[in-house]
């Protein structure tokens, strides 16, 4: 039996594939490449829910833009129950509260993802809340909220191409998490607030803060291999490189990449992070031998996402608002199967006495 369900088959999906080998992502029939800074957020979902939600393709943008209005109602009075927290506890009570009779728990989902990363944020600065502007795209719409002052045109694009990158990816821990509790029939809103609360830890959707945090740490190429060799002599994991299914590299990586560079010099740490990957990969190779840890898709992310001027305890927020889109879909294509998922456990502890 695997422990961690490696290459255990738990659902049939028509909405993403992974490949690992080649390194490869197929959203919704179509490479993330062609879809990724050419294909709105909004676009994207639409494509995704096909066939699961009604009216989702006749006017995406209309749909998420009405959505956050909607959201933005129900979520605004809570937000001096923001102070205190962190971002992501922030958003896992925004979302918590949002009501069952609502009409349309697809769009609500999203629209309320956005709404809730840019609350969230603000609230952990003790910041009012921003009104959404129903002209906007989503993601415009969402960091001009958060950071409350306009948003240009390449960045828009930048945080665009971001939450399509991350939009839906196989059944990862979040998305598991989120077909689990749908395939109780708990619903689309519960399945997403199961969804966000996976991402909390480092280990998966957490890791581009800690990677910031790294780069930051590491300061000057010169320091980059000393710092990592001694973060891996002491168990430690470096953030941004692995991943359970890519043994190359993960092909979001270069569409972040790429994204930061059209960001016309609003990075100023896109070379110091190139010379630290390679440094990393080297070091990974040399002291976790054909174990194939490549870059992930937070490395990058991390380099975008701070160029875009956002906090860094806003970038799991941010990655919850993208992969929000997917959790719905899965709920939904989840709750189609009709099957409760309930695997087995093997049991390691005591047995009773055996009675004399
Ligand atoms: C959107 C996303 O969630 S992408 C993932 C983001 N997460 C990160 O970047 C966090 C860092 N990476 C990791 O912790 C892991 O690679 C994960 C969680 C992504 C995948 O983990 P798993 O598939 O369970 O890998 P597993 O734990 O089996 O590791 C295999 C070996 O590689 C090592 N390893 C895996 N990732 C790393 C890493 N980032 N740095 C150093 N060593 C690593 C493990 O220590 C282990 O070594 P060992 O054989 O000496 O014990
Ligand atoms: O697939 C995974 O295990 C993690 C990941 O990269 C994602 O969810 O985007």
Redesign the pocket.
């Given at each position: 039996m695997t422990i961690?369900l490696?290459d255990v088959v738990a659902a049939e999906t028509a909405l993403s594939h992974v490949d690992g080998e080649a390194g490869r992502l197929i959203i919704a029939g179509h490479d993330l490449e062609e879809l990724a800074g050419r294909v709105s957020f909004e676009d994207v979902t639409a494509m995704l829910w096909e066939g699961l939600v009604p009216h989702a393709a006749s006017d995406p943008k209309a749909l998420l833009s009405e959505a956050r209005q909607r959201a933005y109602r129900y979520l605004a009075p809570l937000s001096p129950r923001l102070a205190g927290l962190t971002p992501v506890e922030g958003m896992r009570l925004l979302l918590a509260s949002l009501p069952d009779a609502d009409e349309d728990h697809p769009s609500l989902a999203v629209g309320a993802a956005g709404i809730a990363a840019a609350m969230a944020v603000r609230g952990a600065q003790g910041l009012a809340p921003v009104a959404p502007d129903s002209l906007l795209g989503h993601a415009e719409d969402t960091l001009r909220m958060m950071r409350d002052a306009p948003v240009s045109g390449d960045e828009a694009k930048g945080l665009d191409t971001y939450l399509v990158t991350?939009i839906d990816?196989g059944l990862?821990?979040?998305t598991f998490t989120a077909r689990v509790v749908a395939s109780t029939q708990a619903g689309i809103l519960s399945s997403v607030v199961a969804g966000l609360c996976a991402?909390k830890g480092?280990?998966?959707?957490?890791?581009p803060g800690?990677?910031l945090d790294m780069l930051d740490d590491i300061g000057t190429v010169d320091n980059a291999e000393a710092w990592l060799d001694d973060?891996?002599a002491r168990?430690?994991?470096?953030?941004?490189?692995?991943?359970?299914?890519y043994k190359v590299r993960?092909p979001?990586a270069d569409v972040l990449k790429t994204a930061v560079g059209r960001l016309k010099g609003k990075s100023n740490r896109i070379a110091f992070a190139e010379a630290v990957e390679a440094t990393?990969l080297k070091v990974?190779e040399r002291?976790?031998p054909g174990?194939r840890?490549d870059t992930?898709?937070?490395?990058y992310?991390a380099v975008l996402l701070d160029a875009l001027g956002v906090p860094r305890d806003g970038f799991t927020p941010l990655?919850a608002a993208g992969r929000a889109a997917g959790w719905v879909a899965h709920a939904i294509e989840q709750t189609r199967t009709g099957r409760i998922i309930r695997p087995q456990s093997r049991y390691v502890g005591a047995w009773p006495a055996q009675a004399a």
């Open positions: 961690g490696d991350v990816h990862n821990a979040s991402l480092p280990l998966h959707g957490g890791a800690p990677v973060a891996i168990g430690e994991r470096l953030m941004g490189f692995g991943h359970r299914i993960d979001r990393a990974l002291r976790k174990r840890l992930n898709v937070e490395f992310t990655f």
